[in-house]
T-cell receptor
Framework: GQQVQQSPASLVLQEGENAELQCNFS?????MQWFYQRPEGSLVSLFY???GTKQSGRLTSTTVIKERRSSLHISSSQITDSGTYLC????????????FGSGTQLTVMP | DTTVKQNPRYKLARVGKPVNLICSQT?????MYWYQKKPNQAPKLLLF???????READTFEKFQSSRPNNSFCSLYIGSAGLEYSAMYLC???????????FGPGTRLTVL
């Protein structure tokens, strides 16, 4: 099965509403990252969050390693927040690669 | 400077022709990675260098080659491009295998 379960797959909000994106991991992890994927496919790193809570502007990431989950909270969403958000885990099994979730497609409507 | 640079940003190639993509970083990172990203799919790791040691994923072993002439540069080489190689290619680097990965802007490859 998939090692990284990301939800929801898509989310539509009205401008100003909050968004909560979730990632659950089926295996132990060392750390995880949240990315924003630009329309052309390039990735922007939002958070590198091995554990705990990190905040940057309207974005907050919380990772609970013991529970194998991480969330990304977007407060007061704006139209420019629209796009795809990806989480990725760095497994503790000795693997070197980031294992990505399938992404959340966020659409913020005016 | 935490940027990873990639050249070219866009590449058009003919079927059967070789393709060489370049990545550079000045963070003195030990590890450099190449990912392939297709629309509606998660990025897929193709290979990575830890220092001078190249590790290639089993299912892409024969399709992609790479070189790392020094710590800063890493290339991705396709000997004979096929239509299925059309994708965004993302380079990333990290201090070591468990550290944060920094991604470049990507090279969009279109094979015709």
């Amino acid at each position: 099965g998939q090692q990284v379960q990301q939800s929801p797959a898509s989310l539509v909000l009205q401008e100003g509403e909050n968004a909560e994106l979730q990632c659950n991991f089926s295996t132990s992890l060392n750390s995880m990252q949240w990315f924003y994927q630009r329309p052309e496919g390039s990735l922007v790193s939002l958070f590198y969050n091995p554990s705990g809570t990190k905040q940057s502007g309207r974005l907050t990431s919380t990772t609970v390693i013991k529970e194998r989950r991480s969330s990304l909270h977007i407060s007061s969403s704006q139209i420019t927040d629209s796009g795809t958000y990806l989480c990725a885990m760095d497994a503790s099994s000795g693997s070197w690669q980031l294992i990505f979730g399938s992404g959340t497609q966020l659409t913020v409507m005016p | 400077d935490t940027t990873v640079k990639q050249n070219p940003r866009y590449k058009l190639a003919r079927v059967g022709k070789p393709v060489n993509l370049i990545c550079s970083q000045t963070m003195n990172h030990d590890t450099m990675y190449w990912y392939q990203k297709k629309p509606n799919q998660a990025p897929k790791l193709l290979l990575f260098y830890y220092d001078k040691i190249l590790n290639r994923e089993a299912d892409t072993f024969e399709k992609f080659q790479s070189s790392r002439p020094n710590n800063s540069f890493c290339s991705l080489y396709i000997g004979s491009a096929g239509l299925e190689y059309s994708a965004m290619y993302l380079c990333a680097s990290s201090r070591d295998n468990y550290a944060e990965q920094f991604f470049g802007p990507g090279t969009r490859l279109t094979v015709l």
